[in-house]
């Protein structure tokens, strides 16, 4: 009985042993590969979108600011990655998500849609997901002055005699003028045309823009994405940004 006991004691100690000596061994750490980001998507210029829409043959894709098609041309239209308040705001709230930066709004077949940086469809728009957009409205500190059918540039809050040139921000000089709306209500875009060219200006008076184009849409291209919508040919519009870079 004596030798049973030992032999049990001992058996019980080599397993209590064993224990402690795996319970002291490391777990093997498992390690979290970070996703690769897409190389196609990383900006050369972080002041716009990565991907810009593109059109082609009468249908609109997306490009990155590399140039290459990332979205095939598919669409009767197509606008930029950016948020769309009404889903923001809808009522539906799974559709809420679908109003962030990360998609964009897209026509084909006479149906709208957003899609996914990929070109998934993963939203269809309903009439009943749309909700309210908060005003977002900021009046121009700036403004378009016609004298002597020539166009200049104003400051509302100082301008009050149109004798003295000095109270011009921009003297009346060029054919038309638009300012574009922007974030920066202190130094806007001015779209100018000149001898039936059109460019750019500030409210400086410096050239942004060469006077180069047939045509400069006023749109929210520059609000929205920092781009501007231009033509040589009053046909073919396509994207540059402020350093007249084209996409």
């Given at each position: 009985?004596?030798k049973v006991?030992?032999?049990?004691?001992l058996s019980?100690?080599l397993i209590s042993?064993?224990?402690?000596?795996?319970?002291?061994?490391?777990?093997p750490v498992?390690?979290t590969v970070?996703?690769k980001?897409?190389a196609?998507?990383?900006?050369?210029?972080d002041?716009?979108?990565a991907?810009?829409?593109?059109?082609?043959?009468?249908?609109?894709?997306f490009?990155?600011q590399?140039?290459?098609?990332?979205i095939?041309h598919l669409y009767?239209?197509a606008?930029f990655?950016?948020?769309?308040?009404?889903?923001l705001?809808?009522p539906?709230e799974?559709?809420?998500?679908?109003?962030?930066?990360?998609?964009?709004s897209?026509r084909?077949?006479g149906?709208?849609?957003?899609?996914?940086m990929?070109g998934?469809?993963?939203?269809r728009f309903?009439?009943?997901?749309?909700?309210k957009c908060?005003s977002a409205?900021?009046?121009q500190?700036?403004h378009a002055?016609?004298?002597?059918?020539?166009y200049?540039?104003?400051?509302?809050?100082?301008?009050?005699?149109?004798?003295?040139y000095?109270?011009?921000t921009?003297?009346?000089?060029y054919?038309?003028?638009?300012i574009?709306?922007?974030?920066?209500?202190?130094n806007?875009?001015?779209?100018?045309a000149?001898?039936n060219?059109f460019?750019?200006?500030?409210?400086?008076?410096?050239?942004?823009?060469p006077?180069e184009y047939?045509?400069?849409?006023?749109?929210f291209?520059?609000k929205?994405a920092?781009?501007?919508?231009?033509?040589k040919?009053?046909?073919?519009y396509?994207?540059i940004d402020?350093n007249?870079?084209a996409?």
């Open positions: 009985m004596t006991l030992s032999l049990f004691l019980f100690a042993a064993a224990q402690k000596q795996n319970a002291a061994k490391k777990l498992k390690k970070a996703a980001p897409n196609d998507l990383i900006k050369i210029n002041s716009i979108p991907l810009i829409p593109q059109k082609t043959e009468g249908k609109f894709g490009i990155s590399k140039g290459k098609v990332i095939p009767s239209n606008g990655f950016t948020e769309d308040c009404n889903l705001n809808s539906n799974i559709a809420r998500k679908y109003g962030s930066d990360q998609y964009a897209v084909i077949d149906e709208d849609f957003r899609i996914d990929k998934k469809r993963v939203y309903r009439t009943s997901d749309l909700g908060a409205f900021k009046s500190l700036f002055y016609v004298m002597n059918h020539a200049g540039i104003i400051e509302d809050s100082k301008f009050e005699n149109p004798g003295d000095r109270q011009f921009i003297y009346p000089q054919d038309y003028l638009h574009m709306e922007g974030d920066d209500l202190k806007p875009m001015i779209i100018a000149q001898h060219r460019g750019v200006i500030d409210v400086n008076n410096r050239v942004i823009i006077f047939s045509d400069i849409k006023r749109n291209s520059w929205l920092r781009l501007f919508e231009v033509t040919d009053g046909k073919n396509y994207y402020i007249n870079k996409y």
